[in-house]
């Protein structure tokens, strides 16, 4: 259901929820090891999220990537959204261009309510609801 560079964005996303600050930014290179990712790739990723206001970064010298308040206060599925679309999350799990519910393809109406109650607790559950849990130790996350 999620795309290798969503789940990429999520876990980078929590690195810095979990290890950044407006006082403490972190870079590019600090995050790629903990959570094996190329540079490149996730210096991208960011640059994503960043342009939507997910995450924060300053640019010079004490310069980095870090969370905001506002920023951990986002709701998870803006993550999905911004590096991967809503479609991607809504398209046919069999990849049938003509799978919906008038025509729903074989495992539609079997994974698709699952499916919507999935979006709908991303939609709800913020970056530092999940952070937290992680620091609580309620949920594991090899940072």
């Known amino acids: 259901m999620f795309s290798n560079s969503s789940k990429y964005a999520?876990?980078?996303?929590?690195?810095?929820?979990?290890?950044?600050?407006?006082?403490?930014?972190?870079?590019?290179?600090?995050?790629?090891?903990?959570?094996?990712?190329?540079?490149?790739?996730?210096?991208?990723l960011l640059q994503e999220l960043v342009k939507e206001d997910?995450?924060?970064?300053?640019?010079?010298?004490?310069?980095?990537f870090y969370m905001s308040k506002q920023n951990n206060n986002e709701k998870v599925i803006r993550i999905l959204d911004v590096?991967?679309?809503e479609k991607k999350l809504t398209n046919c799990l069999l990849s049938l261009e003509e799978c919906h519910a008038d025509k729903p393809c074989p495992l539609h109406n079997i994974l698709g309510p699952s499916r919507q109650n999935i979006l709908n607790?991303?939609?709800?559950?913020?970056?530092?609801?999940?952070?937290l849990a992680v620091k609580k130790g309620e949920a594991f996350l090899p940072l």
């Open 121 to 131: 607790l991303l939609r709800e559950k913020s970056i530092s609801d999940l952070a």
């Open 83 to 85: 590096i991967d679309g």
């Open 54 to 64: 997910i995450v924060s970064s300053t640019r010079g010298p004490g310069g980095g």
């Open 10 to 44: 999520i876990k980078a996303v929590l690195f810095l929820s979990l290890h950044s600050s407006v006082s403490n930014k972190v870079m590019v290179k600090d995050i790629t090891k903990p959570i094996n990712v190329p540079k490149a790739y996730l210096a991208k």
